[in-house]
């Protein structure tokens, strides 16, 4: 019985110490040092959250740049697709993330990868098909990646600027503006946050 009690005694004090105590403890922490990110890293625009610059958005309106593909379209449902059928279930299921996983010998993935090489080359007329990046036409193993690489961006730059009103000259300096550069010096590579360059295109095309 002793044993007993004291194999208990632990086991209680280990839930509410890891459990209970050290959650609130850590939680209370990233509040106050990392609230931003804690919060998911939303940005927020005119006094609205209008995205986290954690997660990509997809953009279609010709005066706003590309992004990286997403294998769900996880942001692309309507207010219609939230009204449940005749079987009591709505055609959006959710916010999800994920890849499709699909191999390179897929012929969904590889009609997938023309539509968009087509729908690019249509948009960006300036553009020769050899020179889209990878990362325009292939998703990230989130689904969710909000980046492009710099040359990705500023290949699309002719057309938002047609589109935009906006000088090419301006639209590099926004570009230039949201590149990040490696992590450590060492990570990764220069990344261009497409949802925060968008915004700065949408402040000054109103």
Do not use: H, W
Request: hydrophobic fraction near 35%; charged fraction near 25%.
């Amino acid at each position: 019985m002793k044993i007993i009690k004291k194999s208990i005694s632990i086991s209680i004090a280990l839930m509410v110490l890891c459990g209970l105590i050290y959650p609130l403890f850590m939680t209370g922490i990233s509040q106050l040092i990392f609230n931003k990110k804690a919060n998911g890293s939303m940005i927020v625009a005119n006094g609205k959250e209008v995205g986290s610059e954690l997660i990509g958005q997809n953009f279609t309106d010709p005066r706003f740049f590309r992004g990286r593909v997403s294998s769900i379209n996880y942001n692309t449902y309507t207010e219609q697709d939230t009204i449940p059928d005749a079987s009591g279930k709505p055609a959006y299921a959710g916010v999800g993330s994920g890849s499709q996983n699909l191999a390179p010998s897929n012929e969904e993935l590889k009609e997938r990868v023309q539509k968009d090489i087509d729908d690019f080359l249509a948009a960006n007329p300036s553009v020769k098909k050899e020179d889209i990046g990878t990362d325009l036409l292939t998703s990230s193993g989130s689904g969710l990646d909000p980046d492009i690489s710099p040359e990705s961006a500023k290949i699309q730059i002719p057309a938002v600027s047609k589109a935009s009103g906006i000088s090419e000259a301006d639209l590099n300096e926004i570009v230039d503006k949201y590149t990040e550069n490696r992590t450590f010096v060492l990570f990764g590579e220069p990344r261009v946050n497409i949802l925060r360059v968008n915004l700065e295109i949408a402040s000054l095309i109103k």
